[in-house]
């Protein structure tokens, strides 16, 4: 599980430089008229904020887009580590290459999303390819599939402070998970 949260941020950094211009920070979102709208990427379907691109294909990843913001969805793996073994410590080494400057604004490796176990990490850093500070949320959906131990991971990342449309309604986004 190691190597796939490092491919999920990288992709994470290339989405959201490319939404936001570099380091241009997004419009207020609250002067715009965003709706959320379902959509489903690599068996998940949520809500996601109207001015984000439709989900794209990469490397098996599902990504979406809007200024200052991204959403990246991994496919369905199996799941090398327990729940249990997820600590703050063990999410902050796998996102250190990364970020720098790393704030945890909370985790939560009880949580539950989707109807099932889930690991909860929020975060603000710098992002070392990148002028921007993010606040990044990563979830970790962990389930079985015919008696299969399985995890999926959602990263939805956004220029602090750019009160962009993913930080205005993420609460509502992240209880609108379902898995399909």
Excluded at 8 to 15: D, M, V
Excluded at 20 to 26: L, S
Excluded at 43 to 48: D, P, Q, R, Y
Excluded at 107 to 127: P, S
């Amino acid at each position: 599980m190691k190597r796939l949260p490092a491919l999920i941020l990288a992709l994470t950094f290339s989405f959201s430089l490319v939404g936001c211009g570099g380091n241009e920070i997004a419009t207020d979102a609250a002067d715009s008229e965003v709706t959320l709208v379902s959509r489903k990427a690599n068996s998940i379907t949520l809500l996601v904020p109207s001015d984000f691109s439709e989900f794209q294909e990469v490397d098996g990843y599902a990504a979406a887009q809007a200024k200052g913001a991204s959403i990246v969805i991994t496919p369905t793996i199996e799941r090398d580590v327990a729940i249990e073994n997820i600590t703050e410590d063990y999410m902050i080494d796998l996102v250190d290459d990364g970020y720098s400057n790393i704030n945890v604004l909370k985790f939560d490796n009880a949580a539950t999303i989707a109807g099932v176990d889930a690991v909860y990490f929020l975060f603000t850093g710098d992002g070392n390819t990148s002028d921007n500070n993010n606040t990044v949320c990563y979830i970790t959906l962990f389930f079985s599939i015919d008696g299969q131990a399985c995890a999926q991971e959602i990263a939805f990342t956004y220029n602090t402070g750019a009160n962009t449309s993913l930080e205005t309604n993420l609460s509502d986004i992240i209880n609108s998970i379902s898995l399909d």
